[in-house]
């Protein structure tokens, strides 16, 4: 065969927002979360990772390079997800190329990995979740992996527990699982993206500054020192889940925001209750709280969902187009965009609304 090929392709996986949130590993090496949790996974065009992965002869090891900037594959979840994507690899043939792998070249080719993110990286906006499932989606490809995606889910769950739920569109359930090797701890689709279209997600990055504590520091502090987290994951999560699969499969809004709602401020809560206690949230994602608290009480039922990740940017899900305009209308009276306000950008869903609100 000849030494001077090169073969590669591209994938690209959009970001996830969980509803039910993920926070607590009950096995840190394998990543297998102390609760269920669910996630709607983002329109593919905004918030997503593009990943092109190549295989040659030539290449001496395996690299990566992030944004740019090359970045060290000597971790643990790198290294897992690459082991367990190479144990499964099959054969792959391109005619045009004159290329033939077999099964078992594969453990002795490198792989050269260029992945980039199309918003700011570790600032709360879930960007492990969408460099890992594509990482793995890009690799399982190049590879010949013939696996379904909730197989090849567990395994981008090894890179980063909500990564096994950005391989799927729609809303999107990780299965906690029970077995010790992890086996069963794996995402399903519960909808796709298209059973619950009028809903618009609009986010508000009010920092795109990277977090003082990462999701997987943070978390580990919260399984080692907050009696709330336990009760949470135990007691409060398993019932929520069953809900939330209800509000989803029924279009009950004013369910699925409660739940939303709820479940973002009590991931917070455990947040405090860690010692020492961990602050996502700034004033301003405070203060966008209290705006859509105040709105949804004034009509009676709720327009809009919010929830946080381990950062102080809103999601704000609102239950149809209109109301989303609205919303656009309300984020600017209140936090207009200017360097003085901390809210200065808006990342949305769907660019014809920016349009239609004069954006
Ligand atoms: C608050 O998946 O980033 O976004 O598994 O350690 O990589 P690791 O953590 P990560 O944590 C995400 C936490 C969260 C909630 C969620 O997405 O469910």
Not at 192 to 211: M, P
Not at 308 to 332: C, E, Y
């Amino acid at each position: 065969m000849a030494e001077n090929w090169v073969l590669t392709t591209t994938a690209q996986t959009p970001t996830n927002i969980a509803v039910i949130k993920y926070w607590g590993k009950r096995d840190e090496t394998l990543i297998l979360p102390v609760n269920s949790s669910i996630s709607v996974t983002l329109d593919p065009t905004h918030l997503c990772t593009t990943t092109t992965v190549a295989v040659s002869p030539a290449f001496q090891q395996d690299r990566m390079w992030l944004n740019g900037k090359e970045i060290s594959l000597s971790g643990g979840r790198y290294q897992n997800c690459l082991r367990e994507i190479r144990s499964r690899a099959g054969d792959v043939q391109d005619k045009q190329k004159g290329i033939k792998i077999e099964k078992k070249d594969w453990e002795k080719l490198h792989v050269h990995i260029a992945s980039y993110n199309n918003f700011p990286t570790a600032a709360g906006l879930a960007s492990s979740a969408a460099g890992f499932a594509c990482l793995v989606f890009a690799l399982a490809k190049l590879m010949n992996v013939k696996e379904d995606l909730s197989k090849l889910s567990a395994i981008a769950r090894q890179g980063s527990g909500s990564a096994c739920r950005s391989l799927f569109g729609g809303f999107v359930k990780w299965i906690m699982g029970k077995e010790e090797d992890g086996s069963d701890s794996h995402a399903v689709q519960l909808v796709d993206e298209k059973h619950w279209n009028d809903l618009v997600i609009i986010i508000a990055v009010v920092s795109s500054r990277q977090k003082e504590t990462s999701s997987t520091t943070g978390m580990r502090e919260s399984v080692e020192t907050s009696l709330l987290l336990k009760h949470r994951a135990e007691e409060i999560v398993p019932k929520r889940i069953v809900q939330m699969e209800e509000a989803i499969k029924n279009w009950d809004f004013a369910s699925f925001a409660q739940l939303t709602c709820a479940d973002s401020n009590q991931f917070h809560a455990v947040c405090l209750d860690t010692s020492p206690p961990i602050f996502y949230m700034n004033d301003t994602s405070h203060r966008i709280i209290s705006c859509v608290e105040k709105w949804n009480r004034t009509e009676g039922s709720p327009q809009v969902a919010y929830t946080f990740d381990a950062g102080p940017n809103a999601v704000l899900i609102a239950r149809d187009r209109k109301t989303a305009m609205q919303l656009l209308q309300r984020l600017l009276f209140h936090f207009p965009p200017n360097p003085d306000t901390d809210l200065n950008s808006y990342v949305i869903g769907d660019k014809s609304i920016l349009k239609e609100a004069g954006i």
